[in-house]
């Protein structure tokens, strides 16, 4: 049988550059979420705030840090307002953990490292994951930089000098808190997450240099907590917003609607690993079946240490899932930064049983079948696609776009990219709302005293008489522009003075 070369690192590396780059931007952005990341990062290029991260003009938007709107905003300034663009740092994190998986496994699973770097690259979940705009790409990369680097100081060659071996040891660990702190820029402590694997696995298994020295926390303190000291130092309270709504309430409280309930684990985690993790499930399922019998033998601590490779994978994939089991808050992406140890530990098991790399045609097979479910994607019919929106938006508006308002309705923030116009989410009438992250941005009232040019308005079709009779006693016309879009009008509004009436306009 025709299989892959002798060393095929090449061959890898085009097979994960095109998994990744393929039809990269057929599809549109989508809704919320893909929007919602995008129309932030844009919003920093447009007002040149990259600090304070902002859904609209009147709002910040505080839910994560942000590395991950520098990097799309970056991207995009480099290459300028395509969907590629914005989805390239997520397809950039997806390639780097390729290399990661390979390195890592050069290191716990020696002879395997092609095989851990393939299997990656064709897991159907990290190759959808790296075509969406979120933070778990980059998180993923930042840890998996982290745990690489620990790796390398525990397991790497030793020098012949102590000195030379404690300074190779002590530039790993600083790396290692490099990449911590980079993914708590990312996504805040749940960051920090992976740091319970090595300290478990120094525990069980003593040994190499320690991880808690002082110039790899001076590198975490001084990457990670400029932002936050300064964001805080600004917005009185956010600490609070942080610390409660942010990590407390969605570990311990399903207030998000993240499948808290007590199944919740199994209906979001369950099928992310078996059907994430095809056509290398049944390896991972032999694994997992052979660990109790080697979790007895690590009871004795020279067996342990004899295993250690095996010991850190084990606790590296299961201490953090555990958490993310018992936690409230469950969405498949969390699991992400598993799928790193749990490549190696499918390549290590397939060479424990004597099996090398798949087969050429057989690999070109699953790459294709990939790559076909890539291209179902741009054709699924969704109602979350914003370039479908703004072209509904264009055919019907009646000059240019320069914002889109949504009433009562969810935001399409995709179409700050599509439309190059701000997008902004406003209530009928004023509503209280939360200091940080309100669900509007203003009332239409307040909105429509901008007098802002360029405006179309969207709101639901059964919304629509009540919402047309609202601006008119604010003293201004609304007239809808063509047919429903789905199930939705989208409408412009124009100052009518025989309809106004002293204050209306700040009711």
Request: glycine share 6%.
């Amino acid at each position: 049988m025709l299989r892959l070369p002798r060393t095929p690192a090449y061959w890898i590396a085009a097979l994960a550059l095109a998994l990744a780059l393929c039809f990269l931007g057929s599809r549109g952005i989508w809704d919320p979420d893909e929007g919602r990341y995008t129309n932030v990062a844009l919003n920093m290029l447009d007002t040149g705030d990259w600090i304070n991260p902002r859904r609209s003009h009147e709002v910040a938007h505080w839910t994560k840090p942000p590395l991950t709107y520098w990097a799309i905003a970056s991207s995009v300034a480099v290459f300028g307002h395509h969907t590629w663009a914005a989805r390239l740092p997520a397809a950039l994190a997806y390639l780097l953990s390729v290399w990661l998986a390979w390195r890592v496994a050069r290191r716990l699973a020696p002879g395997a490292q092609a095989q851990a770097a393939t299997i990656y690259a064709t897991l159907p979940f990290t190759v959808g994951a790296s075509q969406l705009i979120t933070t778990d790409y980059l998180l993923s990369a930042c840890t998996g930089v982290a745990m690489w680097a620990y790796v390398e100081a525990r397991f790497g060659p030793a020098q012949a000098e102590p000195a030379r071996e404690r300074l190779r040891a002590r530039g790993w660990i600083a790396l290692m808190w490099i990449g911590f702190a980079l993914g708590f820029l990312c996504k805040g402590p749940p960051a920090l997450l992976l740091l319970l694997p090595i300290l478990a696995f120094n525990l069980l298994a003593p040994g190499g240099y320690r991880i808690l020295q002082w110039s790899g926390l001076a590198l975490f303190v001084l990457l990670a907590l400029p932002w936050y000291a300064a964001v805080i130092a600004n917005h009185p309270g956010l600490f609070k917003y942080f610390i409660g709504d942010e990590v407390v309430n969605r570990v311990t409280t399903n207030e998000f609607g993240r499948h808290g309930e007590w199944y919740g684990w199994l209906e979001i985690y369950l099928p992310t690993l078996l059907l994430g993790t095809l056509p290398w499930t049944p390896a991972l399922w032999r694994w997992a079946r052979a660990l109790p019998a080697r979790a007895g033998r690590w009871r004795d601590r020279a067996a342990r240490l004899s295993e250690a490779p095996a010991l850190l994978l084990a606790l590296w994939l299961w201490l953090p899932l555990l958490v993310f089991c018992l936690a409230q808050s469950r969405m498949p992406l969390y699991l992400l930064p598993l799928f790193l140890p749990l490549a190696v530990i499918a390549a290590r098991q397939r060479q424990d049983e004597g099996r090398g790399l798949p087969t050429w045609p057989w690999l070109a097979a699953l790459v294709a079948v990939l790559l076909a479910l890539k291209l179902a994607t741009v054709y699924w019919p969704t109602h979350k696609d914003a370039s479908a929106w703004a072209e509904a938006i264009r055919t019907r508006a009646p000059g240019p776009v320069r914002e889109v308002v949504f009433v009562e309705d969810m935001a399409r923030y995709g179409l700050h990219l599509h439309l190059d116009a701000e997008i902004e989410k406003v209530s009928l009438e004023p509503a209280p709302g939360a200091r940080f992250n309100p669900e509007f941005d203003e009332s239409l009232a307040q909105e429509l005293a901008e007098h802002e040019p360029g405006t179309v308005w969207v709101c639901k079709q059964t919304m629509w008489p009540r919402l047309r009779a609202r601006v008119a006693t604010l003293g201004y016309r609304a007239s809808a522009l063509g047919a429903p879009f789905e199930r939705r009008v989208i409408f412009q509004v124009e100052f009518a003075p025989r309809l106004a009436r002293p204050g209306d306009a700040m009711r």
